[in-house]
Structures are given as structure tokens and as C-alpha cells.
């Protein structure tokens, strides 16, 4: 009993945290304003005049802004967590053997925690600018963060279905909170509708592998698979092709796309990065550590079809797109596609690269959304002040006005692009090396065709910035300094990780191997 408290204090110390946060926020930090302590006045009054004494709004005391202040607490708890499970020695299976803990699940855990750490901080300033005081963003957001970090470490199947809606539930109110914006209330109907028809295939595919074995566990179903002499049956079959769609679903695979451009364009923009980041993590985690083997005996290569439509459709449909949010979701579904080549292989070699890339993605993202991020002011409106630049055309004139930004943009933009001298063009390479290690020539061919297609709309961001200045010089109002700094240490490590690749090479190649 002992033992299994120790083993699972990790996930005591999340829920603490957690309820910690909730109450905290939940208290006197609830109001949207300024917190204010009110002073009596009582000097030189009768006891008549007690009764009704004057009101002095000062002092003042506590945040100014109740989001951000929950916000810096969970910051410094995620950085706890993400400690707690880099330096964790203990591996053990719990709670029945539907979650396992490793190697491989404590070092995506810590890293789960480390991508959420930057992902607050980088929005922290972006909050008080977009007027963001609901206390209830925090640990919203918290509450999808433990539902993928669990997601990492199980093993069965129905534990696997309440992490997924533990944090499906939490990015659907997160989508809806700017409830002023008919954009954001779209996005969360169409994020909820959508994400409860996904919840059906998934329950529907996990009845029928329980219909037909009798087993949830994914080690015990993997066994009867590889053990069995004869074809799976049909129902089988169907079963693991349901769950795989729900697990594609929140990859935003295409054609189970749909919901990826509406959302990411009317929710917050910290709701848009946070979703583009950590459910990739956690479902990717999932799906190398007990899925990969499942699906490739059962499927083999049938994932291709994802993967092409993937990168048929992230490469075409950004080309009359002028909105930079939904230009960076549809590129999101292209670079889904080639997150998914490896998923096609088998092997270390394929995981390795699979992660190297998935890290580099991370800091790309973490640049781009930064940017996007910042006060930004427009030339015929001097005088207000946006939550950032919203549309393509907004950053024309910005090489004149703000040529450190301008860089930044040009930086992150060629690390889209996957060419050289930034570091995404290294993580390109590896996946495609290992493709052509395997003979698949063909896939290296078209991913090299819808890689050159892709140009046209990334460079068009580069045009806007360099070339259209007439006359036109929108600009950054101010950056906040801690944003700031992750922005440029994203671009730096973008700019100097081509010629010294070997950091994230070799750790993804190690985590390989744990799984």
C-alpha cells in the first residue's frame, strides 16, 4: 500500500494542484476587475455619522489581472511536475493495470509538461491585451493537461476514451469563452458536435473489440492478434479501425479535418497554440507506445491514405487563404501528414524521427503563435491597439517598421517550409531519409511535390513583409519581455539547430528506444 502511494505521486501531486488552483481561483480572485480593499473613513465623525463613512478606493491590493496571476501558479506548477517526472525512478503498472508507468511514458510526461510551461508563459502578456479575465481559463486548461498526461501512460482502452473526453470536454468550454465572438461560439459547437460524433465511433469501436475478445486491455488484444493463426474477423477489424478514427480525429487528420479551421479561427489564440501542441503529444505518445503494433498487423500500411489526403490537403486548400489563423491550421493538417510517414514504418529509427520532428514542430509553433500573440497597431488606425496581427496583409511594411519582427516572421516561416538554414528543414530530412531507407521512393516523390507546392503560400507571408511597403507601415505596439525572450530563444535555437542538430537527434533517437 505503501509502495503504491510512492508510485503515484506524480499524479497526487496533479490533483492537489489542481484543487489548490481551482479554490484559488474560485475565491476572491473571481471578480473580472481590479480587487480593491475599501478603507473607512472614520476620523472627526459622531456615531451617527459612523454609519454611513467615506470610502476610499485606496490602497489597493492584489493582481491587477486574476488570469495571469493563476496563470504564473501554474506555470511554476507544471515546471514542478514536469521535474517530478524527468527525475522519477519509479516504473510500475497501477490502478488495475489500465496505466503504466516507464521510461518512455515519464520522459513524454516531463516533456508534456515542459511544451505547457512555455505555452502559458508565452500567452501570459497576450491575456491582459486580449482582455482575458476568466479565472476558470487556468485550470480549464489544467484539466485538459491531466487528461493527456494520463493519456500517455494507459493501457486500456476505456481509460483511454475518459482521457480523451476528460480533455475534449475542457478545450470545448476553452473554445467557448470568448462567448462575445459569434466565432468562438461556432468553434466550440462545431469543436463539441464533432468531437461527441467522434466519441460514439470510439465507444462503438471499443464495444466491438469487447464484444468479440472480451478484453479492453491493448496488450491482451495485441496477444490474441499475433498469437492467432487464422484472419482477425470483421468485427475485430472494425473495432480497431473506429478507435483509430477517433485517435486520427484528434490528430486532425484529413479527411477528419473539418473542425481544425473554424476552431483554430475562433478560438483564442492561446486556445489555438494549446491545441495545436499538446493533444499532438499526448495521442502520438499513445499510439507509438501501445497502438503502433496493433494497427500495423492488423492494416499494415492503410494509414498512407491519411497521410496523403493529409498532405494533398494542407498543401492546397492554405493557397486562398488571407486569415494567418486558418492559414496555420490548414498547415498544421500538412505537416499532420508527414508527423504520420513514420506512423507507416515500423522500427526505432521511424520514432526517432517521428519525435525529432514532433520537438522542432513545437518550436516553430511556439514562434509563430508568439508572434501572433503581441499588441499590434495598423497604420490607418494608430490609436487602437490589436490582439495581433489577424490577416496576412497586416504585415505589409513590416521589414520598415518592426525589422526584428520581420525577421522573427521570416525565421519561422522558412522552418514551416522545411528548407534551409533553419532547423525544420533537418527534421524534414530524417523523415524522408528514413522513407527512402525503407524503398518507398514514390512517398519521398510526392511529399517532395506537395512540399514545393506549399511554397507559394509561405512565401507570400514573406512578400507582404519585405516587398509591399507603400507606403504602409503596421507594426508591434509592444511585446511582452518573457514572451519576447521565448520567441527569440525559439528563432535562435531554429537558426543554430541546422548546424548543430545532434541535441534533439540524439534525444528523440533515445526516447525511441524506451518504447
Known amino acids: 500500500m505503501t509502495l503504491d502511494l510512492v508510485i503515484m505521486m506524480p499524479e497526487f501531486f496533479l490533483l492537489f494542484g489542481f484543487l489548490v488552483l481551482l479554490g484559488y481561483g474560485t475565491g476572491g480572485l473571481v471578480s473580472p476587475v481590479a480587487e480593491m480593499i475599501t478603507v473607512a473613513d472614520l476620523k472627526g465623525k459622531t456615531f451617527s455619522s459612523m454609519l454611513m463613512p467615506n470610502v476610499s478606493k485606496n490602497p489597493t491590493a492584489g493582481p491587477n489581472h486574476a488570469a495571469s496571476a493563476l496563470s504564473y501558479w501554474a506555470v511554476f506548477w507544471c515546471l514542478l511536475c514536469a521535474l517530478l517526472l524527468f527525475f ?78 476528460l480533455q475534449s470536454f475542457s478545450l470545448v468550454v476553452l473554445c467557448g469563452l470568448n462567448y462575445k465572438s459569434a466565432y468562438s461560439i461556432e468553434a466550440a459547437m462545431k469543436y463539441f458536435l464533432l468531437s461527441a460524433f467522434r466519441s460514439c465511433l470510439l465507444l462503438l469501436g471499443i464495444g466491438f473489440l469487447y464484444l468479440q475478445t472480451g478484453e479492453t486491455t491493448i496488450s491482451s488484444l495485441s496477444n490474441l492478434v499475433f498469437r492467432t493463426q487464422t484472419e482477425p474477423s470483421l468485427l475485430l477489424l472494425a473495432g480497431i479501425w473506429f478507435v483509430t478514427i477517433g485517435l486520427l480525429w484528434k490528430l486532425a487528420a484529413a479527411p477528419l479535418h473539418f473542425w481544425v479551421p473554424d476552431v483554430y479561427t475562433g478560438a ?102 508568439g508572434l501572433i500573440m503581441q499588441e499590434f497597431t495598423r497604420s490607418n488606425t494608430p490609436s487602437v491597439t490589436f490582439s495581433g496581427p489577424q490577416y496576412i496583409w497586416d504585415l505589409k511594411g513590416l521589414s520598415q517598421s518592426a525589422p526584428c519582427a520581420a525577421f522573427r516572421w521570416a525565421v519561422c516561416v522558412v522552418g514551416l517550409m522545411g528548407l534551409p538554414p533553419v532547423y525544420g528543414f533537418s527534421g524534414k530530412l530524417g523523415i524522408l531519409y528514413r522513407r527512402l531507407n525503407n524503398g518507398l521512393y514514390i512517398t519521398v516523390a510526392v511529399a517532395l511535390l506537395y512540399t514545393l507546392v ?29 514572451s519576447a525572450y521565448i520567441i527569440a530563444t525559439s528563432v535562435a535555437l531554429l537558426m543554430i539547430g541546422l548546424w548543430h542538430p545532434s541535441f534533439l537527434f540524439t534525444f528523440g533517437h533515445l526516447l525511441a528506444l524506451q518504447v
Open 88 to 165: 522519477s525512478p519509479l516504473h510500475s503498472v497501477f490502478l488495475g493495470g489500465c496505466f503504466q508507468k516507464d521510461a518512455y511514458s515519464l520522459q513524454l510526461g516531463g516533456i508534456l509538461f515542459l511544451a505547457a510551461v512555455f505555452v502559458l508563459r508565452v500567452s501570459l502578456g497576450w491575456q491582459k491585451t486580449a482582455a482575458i479575465r476568466h479565472t476558470e481559463y487556468v485550470y480549464l486548461a489544467m484539466l485538459a493537461l491531466m487528461g493527456q498526461y494520463l493519456l500517455i501512460q494507459t493501457t486500456d482502452l476505456m481509460a483511454m476514451y475518459l482521457c480523451l473526453e
Open 268 to 369: 483564442w489564440s492561446s486556445v489555438s497554440l494549446w491545441i495545436t501542441v499538446l493533444p499532438k503529444i499526448a495521442v502520438l505518445g499513445f499510439w507509438t507506445h501501445h497502438w503502433q503494433n496493433l494497427w500495423r498487423r492488423t492494416f499494415g500500411n492503410t494509414l498512407s491514405i491519411f497521410r496523403i489526403l493529409s498532405m494533398l490537403l494542407g498543401r492546397l486548400a492554405p493557397l486562398a487563404q488571407t486569415n494567418l489563423k486558418r492559414l496555420l491550421a490548414y498547415s498544421s493538417i500538412g505537416h499532420m501528414g508527414l508527423l504520420l510517414m513514420p506512423l507507416c514504418g515500423s522500427g526505432f529509427e521511424a520514432t526517432g524521427a517521428l519525435w525529432t520532428y514532433m520537438f522542432i514542430y513545437i518550436l516553430i509553433n511556439l514562434g509563430v503563435w
Open 454 to 482: 506549399g511554397r507559394v503560400y509561405y512565401l507570400k507571408i514573406l512578400k507582404v513583409s519585405y516587398i509591399d511597403t507603400r507606403n504602409i507601415y503596421n507594426s508591434y505596439s509592444g511585446m511582452n519581455s518573457i
